[in-house]
């Protein structure tokens, strides 16, 4: 009879108590509901084997609500840099140009992957536009040293990408003299992952991470299209020579918020 009436009490504090029906979070800001975001942003390329790029743009949100966005990603591929193997690539091209005959086995063997300058036939991202959707199933609060409380969140991102790529151009003769690059556009998936740390009421630091995988002829190689299953080089430029890239950004942003007061719950 007593643990009947423990349980009976127990519900009716439940049901009847001063937290009945209450939310499970009061005065929340609500830092994106019904808000414009526009975010100013630089992205690095990483893992890149043969040119670094470094691309400036912005990322445009309005968020439907606190927790869904729809926007877009663009970017412009400003600076490109080769890397280390690309240095020690053309270091050797240029010796065996100065010291071996165009008929000898070393540079007749390499005389349609290397031109005369190694770093000009190297492929590019020129730009990227991507609409997205943004999901932001996670926020709170961070702590450094017990002492500084900044308001954050966790978001993802998903959506198309059209990619603006130079690349070397396609060739079918003559290939050891044709170095040239031609522009296409590749479409891709896009997604990813990002924080942003809230400045104020209308500011935030962000920071994201962007897949973008798709297939191209990052060092202007021929790599495949002849022998069996065509896995063997054919002496022609072509889209067969595109290899699968796992493609990756990190990114950098500040962003400003419209209206710049934000709403905040009951």
């Known amino acids: 009879m007593g643990l009947v009436t423990e349980r009976a009490e127990a519900q009716e504090i439940l ?15 609500l830092y994106r509901e019904k808000r414009i975001e526009v975010a100013p942003a630089v992205s690095f390329t990483l893992l890149d084997e043969y ?10 949100n309005y968020n ?29 091209n240029e010796a065996r140009r100065a010291t071996q005959p165009p008929d000898s086995t070393d540079r007749r063997l390499t005389a349609v992957n290397l031109g005369p300058d190694f770093k000009e036939q190297l492929g590019g991202m020129d730009w990227v536009l991507a609409p997205q959707i943004t ?3 996670f926020r709170g609060k961070l702590a450094l040293f017990q002492n ?12 198309p990408a059209f990619i603006g790529v130079s690349e070397r151009k396609d060739c079918a003769n003559d290939c ?29 630091l962000g920071f994201e ?24 080089p ?20 500040w962003n400003f918020y419209f209206p710049q007061q934000y709403r905040v719950s009951e």
């Open 148 to 159: 500084i409380y900044v308001d954050t969140d966790l978001y993802f991102f998903a959506g």
């Open 135 to 137: 999901g932001v199933p």
């Open 209 to 232: 991470w962007r897949a973008l995988p798709f297939s191209w002829n990052t060092g202007g190689f021929d790599t495949k299209g002849g022998g069996k299953d065509q896995e063997f």
């Open 64 to 92: 439907l609500t606190d927790w869904l966005a729809i926007g877009a990603f663009g970017a412009y591929g400003a600076i490109k840099m080769p890397t280390g193997l690309s240095d020690k690539i053309q270091d050797v």
């Open 176 to 204: 050891a003299l044709q170095f040239d690059k031609a522009s296409r556009v590749a479409v891709a998936p896009t997604f990813g992952l990002g924080f942003t740390f809230y400045a104020n009421k209308w500011n935030a």
């Open 15 to 29: 049901l009847t108590g001063p937290l009945a029906g209450a939310p499970a979070v009061r005065k929340l800001r």
């Open 51 to 60: 040119q670094r790029e470094i691309l400036f743009g912005a990322r445009l």
């Open 234 to 253: 054919d002496n022609k430029i072509d889209d067969k020579d595109r290899q699968f890239r796992f493609n990756q950004f990190l990114t950098v942003s």
